[in-house]
């Protein structure tokens, strides 16, 4: 009898053992976070790959402690975006925290997450880094979050002024974001700008179409178009305005496929394109991606990084457009983010497009055709 129970003992172990060698190997978290400052890009980022899929609360506090301490300053940045994804309630005092971090990449982030997640109680502080925030992929950022802040009277006076001083680049960051926030509290100052001969007017008048209104609009129909990038600007914000969209969408589409078009034409087109495809407007998204596989010299790449800053900007739309094309349009749509988000560098942004996409996909039914699609995108973009 003891000899026949130790044989089941030890049949029983050699099967535990067994079974324990088939189960796949758990996630090295603190290998792929050191990883993700590695020199070789598919290293990098199939280090990220297996952290965004390595269970929340595992990876969270692994990533949160790699923002805040890691020896690599690039590693805190790539750790920093990837939490942005999780959703986790450790992010905000996170962020809070990062904000006067010396790492310039670190607070990009920092400042675009409470764009995208605005805390009217962080206006004071946002106010007070408008007069020190001097980096130049930064405050565009930092300008981005004020304006999700757009109800309070300080931070309203603040754009108003940023809007009509600084460099061109600066002011161009500020008018961008009043545009994309609607701020009808800055129409004078966007109007003024519209005004101005330079690269400031094109992003002006977009602005004021984004902005919308009849004031906007009578401004826009007193411009009088000296050269052919205002006049695709001119028909993106008439088409945002709502005055025959399909007619300047069109416009623009000649625009940018005319081989006689100057350069500085196309891509203004094409900007405007991109500006109107945010609305969303799906029709706007099917011209690009038919640019983008055009035979005419840089217009398939600008017409490539428009669409996919359409995906990150609204990415609850593109995933729409992507599920009502046909199976080899949707292919190659899915081809022309992978390439376009290679080129875009806001890692920030494509990673908030991921979490969208993987929200989706864990929303539709399990073996539904849709998760079938969006499980195709994301293995596509590399995500």
Not at 25 to 31: A, E, H, I, L, T
Not at 86 to 99: E, G, I, K, T
Not at 233 to 238: D, E, R
């Amino acid at each position: 009898m003891a000899r026949h129970f130790l044989l089941v003992l030890v049949l029983t172990a050699a099967a535990v053992l067994a079974t324990a060698a088939q189960l796949p190997s758990p996630p090295d978290v603190k290998g792929s976070i050191d990883r993700l400052g590695n020199f070789d890009y598919a290293t990098r980022m199939n280090a990220a790959r297996v952290l965004r899929r390595v269970p929340a609360p595992q990876a969270v506090p692994a990533l949160v402690q790699a923002a805040r301490t890691h020896t690599d300053q690039f590693v805190r940045y790539r750790a920093l975006v990837l939490v942005t994804a999780f959703n986790d309630p450790l992010a905000p005092d996170l962020m809070r925290s990062l904000l006067p971090d010396r790492n310039d990449r670190v607070r990009e982030v920092a400042y675009r997450w409470f764009a995208a997640r605005p805390e009217p109680s962080m206006a004071p502080t946002l106010l007070a880094a408008l007069q020190t925030e001097g980096a130049e992929f930064v405050r565009p950022a930092l300008v981005a979050a004020l304006a999700a802040l757009g109800r309070d009277p300080q931070v309203q006076r603040a754009l108003v002024a940023e809007a009509g001083r600084g460099f061109d680049f600066f002011r161009i960051a500020v008018i961008e974001a009043l545009g994309e926030r609607r701020a009808a509290y800055a129409l004078d100052a966007v109007i003024a700008a519209a005004k101005l001969d330079g690269p400031i007017q094109d992003d002006a008048v977009l602005a004021l179409g984004r902005i919308g209104g009849a004031r906007a609009a009578e401004a826009v129909a007193a411009i009088k178009p000296s050269g052919p990038e205002l006049i695709a600007s001119v028909h993106g914000a008439l088409c945002m305005l709502g005055k025959d969209c399909a007619r300047h969408v069109k416009a623009l589409v000649d625009i940018a496929a005319n081989p006689q078009a100057n350069s500085q034409a196309a891509r203004a087109a094409i900007a405007a394109l991109g500006a109107i495809a945010i609305l969303p407007e799906p029709s706007a998204l099917t011209y690009l991606a038919g640019l983008a596989r055009s035979s005419a010299a840089g217009i398939p790449d600008a017409a490539g990084v428009a669409l996919s800053v359409a995906a990150v900007r609204a990415p609850v739309p593109m995933l729409a457009w992507l599920d009502d094309l046909d199976e080899a349009a949707r292919e190659a749509a899915y081809v022309l983010l992978r390439d376009g988000f290679a080129r875009l560098e806001e890692d920030f942004a494509e990673e908030q497009f991921f979490a969208a996409a993987r929200a989706a996909y864990w929303n539709a039914p399990e073996g539904s055709p849709a998760r079938t699609r969006i499980a195709a995108l994301i293995d596509k973009l590399e995500f």
